[in-house]
Structure formats: structure tokens, C-alpha cells
């Protein structure tokens, strides 16, 4: 089944603590980005990879890092995570330019920064 | 960049169509339209997506004049379970400097 996955679901976390938010989709999609989503805010896009080794920031990458040394995993990392880092994060692939511009979206993650 | 504009709630019943309409003056030559719809605690999901003119796929149609500043997303019949946010992009995804964002959406509420 195609699909793009993260993990964890649900995670709870002290400010300061390193933490690793994983996304793999296994569509061979060359395009990967992470987005949050606040309440009234909509998703704003963090960074975006059009493809291996190839990352860029998007809106609101302050205090995000990511990496893309595998086509099929794009991981979201927080060095030192504070409370206003706390939100809903997707992770979400799309295909080649020749085509389509849609976006696969993985099932969210729910951070709570404390 | 092209900013789009939605409104941010709207209501309806069982039944109705739902027009929603995004507004984009500043859109450009190779961007795209695109809508998509969230329900809660899911990531959002590809609806719609055209240039010109109408589009229409099983779900839904979309509406596009001429001039391209504007853009209305059609539900046919809505059931409860239409009740989501629906987003409007515009924006060439595959651009270096990617510009593709998604706004606070429109909060569509189907009543019985």
C-alpha cells in the first residue's frame, strides 16, 4: 500500500531534549516536506527536499533540522525543543515534476513540548 | 508569490452544494490550483487541482475563469461527512523556491 508513515504518533517531551520525528514514504517520491499545523494558522511548511542530499528551508524552519541522505526518509529533528514547538507536524512526499502536484500526507504527529 | 484568500467558515445541510470560492490576484503564468481537504487529527488529503477553464473528477469541480484570479471549488450534494477544512494552493511546486503554502483554509460544516 502506498503511503507515507512517521513516528512517533503521540510524543511528550521536556523542553531541552533532543527528539527525532521519523517520515518514510515508500512511493520512490523525490519530493519530501515537513509542515505544523497550528490552530488558525493552517500548515506552515518547516523544509522541503527535492531530493537526496537536497533540502531547503520553507516558512518556519527556526529550531528544525532535517536531513535526506535516503530518497524514502526525511527525518525531523529537534535539537533543543521548547514549548512553542508544540504542535501537530506532517510529513508529506509528492512525485515527480512531470506530472501532479499533489502531496501525499503521513498521519501527523503530535508533539507536546513541556 | 501568490497569496490566496478563503473564507474561514461556512455552513450548509445535507443535500446542498457547496460552493467555495479562494481568490488569488496575484497568481502566475506557470502557477497551479490546487485544493485539498482535512479532516480532523488526518493529514490533509488532494482533491482537486486544474489550470483553466473546469475541471471535474469524481469528488469534486473546479472553476476557473479566465483570468485566473480567482477559483471556486464545487461539492455536489454534501453529506455530514464533507464536514473538514478545504485548502487552496497556488503555486508551481517544482520552482527552486518552492512557494506553495497552505492558508488557515475554509472550515466547512455540513448540518443534518
Known amino acids: 500500500e502506498a503511503q507515507v508513515t512517521q513516528n512517533p504518533r503521540y510524543l511528550i517531551t521536556v523542553t531541552g531534549k533532543k527528539l527525532t520525528v521519523t517520515c518514510s514514504q515508500n512511493m520512490n517520491h523525490e519530493y519530501m516536506s515537513w509542515y505544523r499545523q497550528d490552530p488558525g494558522l493552517g500548515l506552515r511548511q518547516i523544509y522541503y527536499s527535492m531530493n537526496v542530499e537536497v533540502t531547503d528551508k520553507g516558512d518556519v524552519p527556526e529550531g528544525y533540522k532535517v536531513s535526506r541522505k535516503e530518497k524514502r526518509n526525511f527525518p525531523l529533528i529537534l535539537e533543543s525543543p521548547s514549548p512553542n514547538q508544540t504542535s501537530l507536524y506532517f510529513c508529506?512526499?509528492?512525485?515527480?515534476?512531470?506530472?501532479?502536484?499533489?502531496?501525499?500526507f503521513g498521519p501527523g504527529t503530535r508533539l507536546t513540548v513541556t | 508569490l501568490a497569496k490566496t484568500t478563503q473564507p474561514i467558515s461556512m455552513d450548509s445541510y445535507e443535500g446542498q452544494e457547496v460552493n467555495i470560492t479562494c481568490s488569488h490576484n496575484?497568481?502566475?503564468?506557470?502557477?497551479?490550483i490546487t485544493w485539498y481537504q482535512q479532516f480532523p487529527s488526518q493529514g490533509p488529503r488532494f482533491i482537486i487541482q486544474g489550470y483553466k477553464t473546469k475541471v471535474t473528477n469524481e469528488v469534486a469541480s473546479l472553476f476557473i475563469p479566465a483570468d485566473r484570479k480567482s477559483s471556486t471549488l464545487s461539492l455536489p450534494r454534501v453529506s455530514l461527512s464533507d464536514t473538514a477544512v478545504y485548502y487552496c494552493l497556488v503555486g508551481d511546486w517544482f520552482k527552486v523556491n518552492n512557494d506553495m503554502r497552505f492558508g488557515a483554509g475554509t472550515r466547512l460544516t455540513v448540518k443534518p
Open positions: 508529506a512526499s509528492s512525485l515527480s515534476r512531470d506530472i501532479d502536484y499533489e502531496q501525499y
Open positions: 496575484n497568481i502566475a503564468t506557470n502557477d497551479y
